[in-house]
């Protein structure tokens, strides 16, 4: 995460990545995934993957269980990261991410930040 060397924080990342991080692990999915050319047979996510595993592993006749591993605690968590953001660069990481949120159905808005859209800061 250039141009950070040592421990960043929350906001410093996100900057990095609205700034046009060349990392590929923050590179949209849309832009790696090729959604309109791949049929994919699964998509899941990581709020429901116990259930989404299942389901694969149903679909391939593998008898096991998926750990459940996400925390139920996690929204409240992250409304905490997004709290004291500004809302132009949580518009800036909305818009770079816009098609991925739209096509998995995820919020637009961080958690408690529904505001990004009607502030005009």
């Not at 046009?20 to 999915?29: A, C, E, F, L």
């Not at 098609?99 to 995820?106: A, E, K, P, R, V």
Request: glycine share 4%; proline share 5%; with cysteine.
């Amino acid at each position: 995460m250039k141009p950070y060397k040592a421990d960043i924080t929350f906001k410093q990342f996100l900057e990095c990545i609205a700034h046009g991080s060349r990392d590929v692990h923050w590179t949209p999915q849309w832009k790696l995934c090729s959604f309109c050319s791949i049929s994919y047979d699964y998509i899941g996510h990581l709020e429901t993957v116990k259930n989404d595993a299942a389901q694969v592993l149903q679909h391939l006749d593998i008898n096991l269980t998926y750990p459940q591993i996400f925390s139920s605690k996690m929204h409240k968590e992250l409304s905490t990261w997004y709290a004291d953001l500004p809302a132009k660069l949580l518009r800036q990481i909305f818009t770079l991410f816009k098609y991925d949120f739209l096509l998995h159905g995820y919020d637009s808005a961080p958690p408690g930040r529904e505001d990004i859209f009607t502030d005009a800061s």
